[in-house]
């Protein structure tokens, strides 16, 4: 799962769609419990709903197994009906995930534009 900085957006929307930003915030409010997919899904729609808006299960099962590719969410099999389901954690509280994106765009950063990006940082540090 790629990062994308949407520069016109303000938070977690500059780098995350509305649904996505709903579902992590409810994987740092159940901490180590953990969410499957299926409470994530009935989660996020809960919330869209109000606005006439829907995701499909296959989106929340697309997004969490991406931030778990990306470090950011654990997951833990767990028996259930029809098999075993995951169970996912967050790695990082709402801070560390910040921390964790701008440390993955400033490396991004330094690694494109080394010159401009350490002239931004210093300008940056001097204010």
């Not at 500059?14 to 997919?37: A, H, S």
């Not at 709402?94 to 300008?123: C, S």
């Amino acid at each position: 799962m790629k990062i994308v900085f949407d520069s016109s957006q303000k938070g977690l929307r500059t780098i995350m769609r509305d649904y996505q930003e709903i579902c992590m915030r409810f994987l740092w409010e159940k901490g180590e419990e953990g969410v499957n997919t299926g409470k994530a899904w009935l989660h996020v729609n809960k919330i869209l709903i109000e606005e006439e808006k829907s995701i499909s299960r296959a989106s929340i099962i697309n997004f969490l197994k991406g931030m778990n590719e990306k470090g950011v969410l654990n997951y833990r099999e767990k028996a259930a009906k029809g098999g075993y389901h995951r169970v996912y954690t967050p790695v990082f509280d709402e801070t560390g995930f910040k921390e964790h994106i701008a440390r993955q765009i400033i490396e991004k950063l330094l690694e494109a534009f080394p010159d401009e990006t350490n002239k931004v940082i210093r300008r940056a540090r001097a204010v």
